[in-house]
Structure formats: structure tokens, C-alpha cells
């Protein structure tokens, strides 16, 4: 999965002192709208995945189920944010990779491993959504803490074990350029004999893409139809009613999300290993950024859609702030105030 290199199937499609040569229009460009963007994104993604964290990890009160798969959620999103994109953007301002073998293969892994992470915990928390509207009684078994917890354990050991093969797929290529006497470097994939890149891309995608978004509809959809059996013919209290549009409200916009953010650069990595995309005009090193702009923002969007979204941890999050606020406020030859709210939160869910 070469998501950090913009520049290797040029190399191999095309001259590099042409490519090199026609990249000099936009590279000014470059070297200030990617890490623009990138740097938004890494630190939005930070700040909003940690504050994600450290709200539910301090208030013991919202250790729920649901809530323990958005930790899981933000920890893999964090990750991302931390360990891949930053290195991203330094690939696409230099146009090479400076960092060596060993990193090259360790950030390939760990972009799949996230990849993997967050999308298949949007299928566990789309399970835990399923069960708890369309099985709300005969679920109570399964909705447990400690179940939550074997799958999240089962998630990463079956994700940091999959993914071990991109590491030994990955290295450094070397690519002199005669007519400059530069030799550039580029973090790519290597051919091998036991997994051609085009079987692999194709796999990656029906597996982080394909398949899990099928899951994530198929599931919402059930869950729509129950919402709304419920609501005819019955009843329903205004508190109820909110509820409802808000499940269903999140549940559009989580679908519709990770489904835009990452289309774009699945298609791409898709038809650049069926050798029907090559990056080597403007027009499609343009469109290959942007591409990996968009997956790259559902690093920091998510917080958004399963927090912010979200009555209880919207309370939470205010009343984080305000207590750090208020805690900058103390001098230090001021005693504490006796007791406060902070630290405690009646939200129990979403």
C-alpha cells in the first residue's frame, strides 16, 4: 500500500528528469498547501482523538460498550495521525524518502494496521449499535465490557498479524537520474514472488473498503427499518422521538463519511495496481494529494461524527474545558476548591 509515495509509479512509467521537470510548476504549491492541509489535519486529529481518550478513560461513568469501541476508535486514529501523516507530507514536499529502510517498512505497516483498526472498529460499533436497537433484550449478554474488550484484543491481534507481510513487501528503490547526477529514493513496492502488488491492492480493497462498508450499510439499514417499525402505529414520547432522529441523523452521516473520505484513494491505489493509473501529469499528482487529503481528514473527522455528535460527550467535553479553564484560574498559593464536579459525568453512552 504505497499511500506515502506520490512519486514511484513515475519513475517507473516515466523518465524521472521529465517528471522531476514538470513537477518544478507545482512544487511551490506543494511545499505549502500540503503541509497546510496536513498539519490541520495532525493536529485536529491529535488534540480531538486524545480529548476522546482522556474523557471517557476519566470518567468512569462512560465506560460503556459503545464508548470503550470509540477509545479503540481515536487510539487507532492517534496512531495514524502520529505516525503516518507526518511523514506523508515530508514525502510530498521532498519528493523522496529520507528516512531509511527500517521506517519506510515500519510506516507502510502501521498505515495498514490504523487503516484496518478504525474500519473494522466501525464495524464493531455498528454490531454494538445493531444489537443494542434491533436486539435490545436478548443483546445484554453480549453488550458487556469484558466482551468489548476480548474483541477489541481479538481486532489488533488479528490486524498486527495480517498486516506483517507489507512489511517485507516495502523498500527503499534507488533511481539515478543521469541527466541531473541526483539520486532519488523512493519508499515504494517491492515486486516478489509470493504476492504481486495488483493481488494485493485488489484484496486491500474489497477488505478495508468494500466489504466492511457492505457490513456498515447492511447493519444501518436493519436498524432504520426497526427505528422506524417502531414509530408506526405507536406512540412515541418526544424524548424518544429526538432519540431516534439522532441514531438515525448519525447513522447517515457515518455511512456517507467513510465512504466519501476514502473512495477516492481506494480507486486510485486500486487502478495504479491495474496499471490504468499513473501519476504522471499534473493533473493526477493533483488529484492523487487530494485524494489522500480526504481519507487522511477521517483521521480527525471522526471524533466529530461519534462524539461531537453526541449529547453526552458534547456535556463531557464542556465540562472538561470548563475545569481545565477553571483550574488555570487557581494561583498556586491558593488552596483547591473542596469539591467540584469535575472528573464526574452522569453520561453513561452516547
Not at 55 to 75: R, Y
Not at 138 to 146: A, I, N, Q, V, Y
Request: proline share 3%; hydrophobic share 50%; with cysteine.
Amino acid at each position: 500500500l504505497e499511500l506515502t509515495t506520490m512519486s514511484s509509479d513515475s519513475a517507473a512509467n516515466a523518465t524521472l528528469s521529465n517528471f522531476v521537470a514538470e513537477m518544478e510548476d507545482i512544487r511551490s504549491v506543494i511545499r505549502w498547501v500540503v503541509p497546510l492541509f496536513f498539519g490541520i489535519i495532525a493536529i485536529t486529529g491529535f488534540l480531538g482523538n486524545l480529548l476522546v481518550i482522556l474523557v471517557v478513560m476519566l470518567n468512569k461513568n462512560m465506560h460503556s460498550t459503545t464508548n470503550l469501541l470509540i477509545v479503540n476508535l481515536a487510539a487507532a486514529d492517534l496512531m495514524f495521525v502520529i505516525f503516518c501523516v507526518p511523514f506523508t507530507g515530508v514525502d510530498y514536499v521532498t519528493l523522496h524518502w529520507p528516512f531509511g529502510t527500517l521506517w519506510c517498512r515500519a510506516v507502510q505497516y502501521l498505515i495498514v494496521v490504523t487503516a484496518y483498526a478504525s474500519i473494522y472498529t466501525l464495524v464493531l460499533m455498528s454490531v454494538d449499535r445493531f444489537l443494542a436497537v434491533v436486539h435490545p433484550i436478548r443483546s445484554r449478554m453480549l453488550r458487556t465490557e469484558h466482551i468489548t474488550k476480548i474483541a477489541i484484543f481479538t481486532l489488533w491481534a488479528v490486524v498486527l498479524t495480517i498486516s506483517l507481510p507489507v512489511t517485507f513487501a516495502h523498500d527503499v528503490v534507488l533511481s539515478h537520474d543521469n541527466s541531473t547526477n541526483t539520486t532519488w529514493s523512493f519508499c515504494r513496492y517491492t515486486d516478489n514472488d509470493w504476492l504481486d502488488l495488483s493481488t494485493y491492492q485488489v484484496t486491500f480493497f474489497i477488505t478495508s473498503y468494500l466489504l466492511p462498508l457492505m457490513i456498515i450499510s447492511g447493519l444501518y439499514v436493519r436498524m432504520i427499518m426497526r427505528l422506524w417499525r417502531q414509530g408506526s402505529g405507536v406512540r412515541m414520547s418526544k424524548e424518544s422521538q429526538r432519540g431516534r432522529k439522532r441514531v438515525t441523523r448519525l447513522v447517515v452521516v457515518v455511512v456517507i463519511a467513510f465512504a466519501s473520505l476514502w473512495l477516492p484513494v481506494q480507486l486510485i491505489l486500486l487502478l495504479r495496481a491495474l496499471d490504468i493509473y499513473t501519476s504522471t501529469t499534473l493533473f493526477s499528482v493533483i488529484l492523487q494529494i487530494v485524494a489522500h487529503t480526504m481519507a487522511y481528514t477521517s483521521s480527525c473527522i471522526n471524533p466529530l461524527l461519534y462524539a461531537f455528535l453526541s449529547d453526552n460527550f458534547r456535556k463531557a467535553f464542556y465540562k472538561a474545558i470548563d475545569c481545565s479553564n477553571r483550574y488555570q484560574n487557581y494561583t498556586s498559593d491558593l488552596p483547591p476548591p473542596r469539591k467540584t464536579s469535575c472528573g464526574r459525568t452522569s453520561t453513561t453512552g452516547l
